[in-house]
Nanobody, 128 residues
């Protein structure tokens, strides 16, 4: 059974950086074509896509994080990372790793309803 385990969250001051990681146990080695994404949900707000990558390693970013965030998988293909720089208080949210064992169009990569497997989430808090 595929499990997604997030790590690396925490508290940081505005302008700081955090690196989130997700270990999609067995996912990348099992599926030839997949999508992996990071989503977030702030209190009182809907969940929104942050960044995602397909098995062809082409990423897609939400406009509100472009140039501040980098999503990647490691060479071994067993870790999904989200490097977040120049964090702002508006980035405070619960961050979730999600996976889908099938390809989708790149323009749909940030649609959370298309993902089938989710992690438990990890808190990111940015103070001003």
């Amino acid at each position: 059974q595929v499990q997604l385990v997030e790590s690396g969250g925490g508290s940081v001051q505005a302008g700081g950086s955090l690196r989130l990681s997700c270990a999609p146990s067995g996912y990348i080695s099992t599926y030839n074509r997949y999508c992996l994404g990071w989503f977030r949900q702030a209190p009182g707000k809907e969940r929104e896509g942050v960044a995602a990558v397909r098995s062809d390693r082409r990423p897609r970013y939400a406009d509100f994080v472009k140039a501040r965030v980098t999503v990647s998988t490691n060479v071994a293909g067993n870790m999904l990372n989200l490097q977040m720089n120049r964090l702002e208080p508006m980035d405070t949210a619960m961050y979730y790793c999600a996976a889908r064992a099938a390809p989708i169009n790149r323009e749909d990569l940030l649609r959370d309803e298309l993902y089938t497997t989710w992690g438990q989430g990890i808190q990111v808090t940015v103070s001003s």
